[in-house]
């Protein structure tokens, strides 16, 4: 089993949908982090939490230390919101979910 | 604006050459990665570096070196490359200490023929 499970693998959703992606830890972590990869191969890091949630825009990520669970959610998504989204946990080194592909049509 | 850059955006080399990934970081961050991409298997780290001259291993280090000579620079090096190389290979910074921030570059598509 990954220590890192997120769900689902691939989504499509229709312009202006409100998106959920999950991710779900097995290990203990000290930062939990969302990144986004683009077509091309670029990855950005969009958040860095340890507890509760943070905003960012349409962005939005949440995490539950107890459950060892955390959220990615979009709010009004766009087709630019097309990416792979990629949850990594912090303990004694990164390590990555398998990524969410995210498909928004117009 | 605070970059990590790698050199090539796109590679292909032939079996049993020696190959050179470069990444160069602007933000004077002590530790820099490297991580290979694949379909279904995600991220995995091949080599870290703490500072300069000091290099660990990752979870799947066979078949690859690094050399990290000044702070800014960390090279991959894969002394005789093979098709099972082809892959998506990704260089990241960070600051050291207590930071957790993580900055990626764009990454390298190298292909082994």
């Known amino acids: 089993k990954n220590e890192v499970e997120q769900s689902p693998q691939n989504l499509t959703a229709q312009e202006g949908e409100f998106i959920t992606i999950n991710c779900s830890y097995s290990v203990g972590i000290s930062a939990l982090h969302w990144l986004q990869q683009h077509p091309g191969g670029g990855i950005v890091s969009l958040f860095m939490l340890s507890s509760g949630k943070k905003k960012h825009g349409r962005l939005i990520a949440t995490i539950n230390i107890q459950e060892k669970h955390s959220s990615l959610h979009i709010t009004a998504s766009h087709p630019r919101d097309s990416a792979v989204y990629i949850c990594?946990?912090?303990?004694?080194?990164?390590?990555f979910g398998q990524g969410t592909r995210l498909t928004i049509n117009p | 604006d605070v970059k990590v850059t790698q050199s090539s955006r796109y590679l292909v080399k032939r079996t049993g050459e020696k190959v050179f990934l470069e990444c160069v970081q602007d933000m004077d961050h002590e530790n820099m990665f490297w991580y290979r991409q694949d379909p279904g298997l995600g991220l995995r780290l091949i080599y870290f570096?703490?500072?300069?001259?000091?290099?660990e291993k990752g979870d799947i280090p066979e078949g690859y070196s690094v050399s990290r000579e000044k702070k800014e620079r960390f090279s991959l090096i894969l002394e005789s490359a093979s098709t099972n190389q082809t892959s998506m290979y990704l260089c990241?910074?960070?600051?050291?200490?207590?930071?957790?921030?993580?900055?990626f570059g764009s990454g390298t598509r190298l292909t082994v023929v």
């Open positions: 990241a910074s960070s600051l050291g200490g207590l930071s957790l921030g993580y900055t």
């Open positions: 570096s703490y500072d300069v001259k000091m290099k």
């Open positions: 990594a946990v912090r303990g004694q080194k990164l390590v």
